[in-house]
Structure formats: structure tokens, C-alpha cells
């Protein structure tokens, strides 16, 4: 029964990698199989379409030309220092002291809980650890 159940799933996955992808595509009306000329028709695609969006009269080597032109300011300079600044002590104690107790585990295998019941131990070291 085990080995049915382990070629069902290979069959499963092979078939989900096989759908994935693109295998086929059509350029200038004729259909190419091949995934090197495939790949290099996306590459073209994508690079002629995003190069015509750039204004080759801009210095491209220069980001300042592209700040609240090409890439959008969503951020302001007050925000972004607040982003960066490394949090302190109560404010990584309250982020803790909000999480579910009752939730499941992270991927460090401890729940909400554990970190509530065991701050005081292990407090100093969590916030060591963040910052």
C-alpha cells in the first residue's frame, strides 16, 4: 500500500512541475517549442517594453533623476527614519505581550504563550536578538 500511495504522489507532483511553466509559445506566427528562443523572446519583450518607459534624456545612472518620476515617493523622509529606527525594549515587550497565547507555534517552535510565561528569563535575550 505504501508504494502505491509514494507513485501517486510522483505522479502528482511530475504532472503539477510539467503544467508549470510555459512549453510553447508563438512568435511571428510560427509556434517554437524551444526554451531557449522561448526565453529570449519574454526577455526581449520585457526589456523593449520597460526601455521605451525611460526617458533616455534622463541620466539613467543617477537615481535622483528617477525619485518621484519613475519611482513613486510612497514614504516621506519622517516615515522612513521611524522604519529604520531599531525598536527599543517596551516597544518589542509590547509586541510580544500581543500575540495569542493560544496561537500555534512559530517556526522557532514556541507559542505566544511560552514567550508571556517566560519573559522575564528570557526577555533581555529576545531583545537582544531583535535589535
Known sequence: MG????????????????SSGIHRLRIDNVVTEDPTLIEEHILDFYKTLYAESISHDRDTNN?????GTYILELVSSEENMMLLK??????????????????????????????????????????NAVQ
Open 3 to 18: 508504494i502505491e500511495i509514494l507513485f501517486f504522489f510522483h505522479v502528482v507532483v511530475k504532472r503539477r512541475n510539467n
Open 63 to 67: 537615481m535622483e533623476d528617477f525619485n
Open 86 to 127: 531599531c525598536p527599543d525594549f517596551l516597544e518589542i515587550k509590547n509586541v510580544i505581550f500581543n500575540l495569542n497565547g493560544n496561537s500555534a507555534p512559530g517556526p522557532d517552535g514556541f507559542g505566544g504563550v511560552f514567550y508571556h510565561s517566560c519573559w522575564d528569563i528570557i526577555g533581555t535575550d529576545v531583545c
